[in-house]
């Protein structure tokens, strides 16, 4: 069995920083892409954030280029998105979805519960 989960959000003045996890845990493989999205209050859709490939390169969303980095540490099954100069526009729920190799030993999808993530003076 294999479980994702995110850690890390909290309440922040705007111009703040934070550093979200992803943790992955039971039986893993190897961890392929991993993506970061949001989902502000009121709004059904989920936003893209921050991609990470297992070779390292990353990608951005242009609401988020140049504040966030995403990295991960592939020892501890764990990806980080680090977010800095917050504005109140960035409060959401962030969620991950990881691309796991599991106990089936064929690659699918998982998501983590969210954490949510209150930009606010």
């Known amino acids: 069995q294999v479980q994702l989960g995110e850690s890390g959000g909290g309440l922040v003045q705007p111009g703040g920083s934070l550093r979200l996890s992803c943790a992955a845990s039971?039986?893993?493989?190897?961890?392929?892409?991993v993506t970061w999205y949001r989902q502000a209050p009121g709004k059904e859709e989920r936003e893209l954030v921050a991609t990470i490939c297992s070779g390292g390169s990353t990608n951005y969303a242009d609401s988020v280029k140049g504040r966030s980095t995403i990295s991960r540490d592939n020892a501890k099954n764990t990806i980080y998105l680090q977010m800095n100069s917050l504005k109140p526009e960035d409060t959401a729920v962030y969620y991950c979805?990881?691309?796991?190799?599991?106990?089936?030993?064929?690659?699918?999808?998982?998501w983590g519960k969210g954490t949510l993530v209150t930009v606010s003076s």
């Open positions: 979805k990881a691309n796991i190799r599991g106990p089936t030993y064929t690659y699918r999808d998982y």
């Open positions: 039971g039986s893993i493989f190897s961890i392929n892409v």
